[in-house]
């Protein structure tokens, strides 16, 4: 169910920088023409979201994986998680 939450959202923060893409990206804090300061916010808006968007993928699909594989094949594990040491 993490997993799940984590890959919606990084699809909300992919929606969103659609979103803010398509509505000028920067150019609404700056009112008028194209200018330095207005490329510059709006790149720095893009890398942001862009990783915001990635790192939340990222956690989704290690959850997601996590939640698939089985932890029968883990030889060193007990039946309660704890880890087992070495026979001696």
Avoid at 8 to 34: D, K, R, S
Avoid at 42 to 65: K, P, R, S, Y
Wanted: proline content about 2%.
């Amino acid at each position: 169910m993490g997993g799940v939450l984590w890959l919606g959202f990084a699809l909300g923060f992919g929606a969103f920088l659609v979103q803010y893409i398509g509505g000028g990206a920067g150019l609404q804090f700056f009112g008028g023409p194209v200018s330095s300061g207005s490329v510059l916010l709006g790149l720095v808006h893009l890398i942001g979201f862009g990783t915001a968007m990635l790192l939340c993928f990222a956690v989704g699909i290690g959850f997601c994986a996590r939640a698939v594989v089985s932890e029968k094949g883990d030889s060193n594990r007990s039946a309660d998680g704890s880890q087992r040491g070495p026979a001696l």
